[in-house]
């Protein structure tokens, strides 16, 4: 399996807020780092979440704001194991989110040359390329309703991992979601895949959680990454404490649920980027 060193950038997403992208982006790169891989999280996120749910201080390090103003190389800034006061394992790594990417379009348009016509959500590909080859995955972790970065992310990614809870309007959010996959692969990165659909917070005694299920077994067949996670309360109890429930809860049956999600992450990664298959959800569907 030596193919698995080279890298795959995944854009974790759903533009809806609240369901569960920061909590997959963790957890699963935790699994996978567990499982021997080395990990990249860039948080796109004003509000930093995965950044502090690392338990690292967002005002503490430059991070994705500045190496996407192109004041600062990625591999300068990322957090590691080695600085001081975290508990980030060896081989996660961490670009963080931080309150000035408020301000990310303001200053990128006043940084850009009138001669330079590059737009602008193409911000994070260059800082790809320079990373391949240092990781196995880089999880972009996308902000919520936010889109010069979630575009910028998509654009710039090899693979996309839709995540949803059973909350509110998500199957329209689903659907809305992969209208902009669409959109993305449509103006500018045609080779943009869908790796799978990561369900959290599953109740099975409510009635959205088994439309939701219903709902994904029907439609992304072959990509819903299994196991479902249910909702459990130590995934919010590990996050006030800013720690992954790899940390808090190692033999907590959904910790193992994850586990078994990674798995099944690279069994998609195999087949539909390293495979001879189609990938595409329409090519699936006919
Ligand atoms: N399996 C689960 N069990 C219980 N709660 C969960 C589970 N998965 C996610 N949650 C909760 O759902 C909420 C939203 O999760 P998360 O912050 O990961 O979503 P998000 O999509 O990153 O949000 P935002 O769009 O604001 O960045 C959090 O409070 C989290 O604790
Ligand atoms: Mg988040």
Redesign the pocket.
């Known amino acids: 399996m030596n193919h698995i060193l080279q890298t795959l950038a995944i854009g974790i997403g759903?533009q809806?807020?609240?369901?569960?992208?920061?909590?997959?982006?963790?957890q699963l790169a935790y699994a996978l780092v567990e499982k021997g891989r080395k990990v990249l999280i860039i948080d796109l996120?004003v509000?930093a979440?995965s950044t502090k749910?690392l338990g690292i201080d967002p005002r503490a390090y430059l991070g994705t704001f500045e190496v996407l103003t192109g004041d600062e190389e990625p591999l300068a800034v990322i957090v590691t194991h080695e600085d001081e006061g975290n508990t980030l394992p060896k081989n996660l790594h961490l670009l963080t989110g931080s309150r000035k990417l408020e301000e990310l379009e303001e200053r990128l348009r006043m940084k850009q040359s009138k001669f330079d016509d590059t737009p602008l959500h193409d911000v994070v590909k260059p800082v790809i390329q320079k990373l391949r080859g240092h990781y196995d995955y880089i999880f972009l972790?996308?902000?919520?309703s936010a889109p010069l970065p979630i575009v910028a992310a998509y654009k710039a990614a090899d693979g996309f991992l839709l995540?949803a809870?059973p909350?509110g309007l998500a199957i329209q959010g689903l659907q809305e979601a992969l209208h902009d996959v669409e959109e993305v692969r449509r103006y500018g990165n045609p080779q943009l895949k869908l790796v799978g659909l990561a369900i959290?917070?599953?109740d099975v005694r409510t009635r959205l959680s088994k439309e939701l299920i219903h709902y994904v077994s029907k439609e992304f067949k072959d990509y819903l990454l299994k196991p479902t996670?249910?909702?459990?309360?130590?995934?919010?109890t590990a996050?006030t404490q800013q720690k992954s429930i790899f940390e808090t809860h190692p033999d907590h049956p959904?910790t193992h649920c994850f586990r078994e999600m990674a798995q099944d992450f690279e069994t998609k990664i195999e087949r539909f980027f390293w495979g001879t298959r189609g990938s595409t959800l329409e090519a699936e569907n006919g």
């Open positions: 759903n809806k807020g609240g369901v569960g992208k920061t909590t997959m982006t963790v996120d509000n979440g749910h972790d996308t902000p919520p995540v809870i909350e959290g917070a599953v996670i249910q909702r459990s309360t130590i995934i919010p996050q959904i």
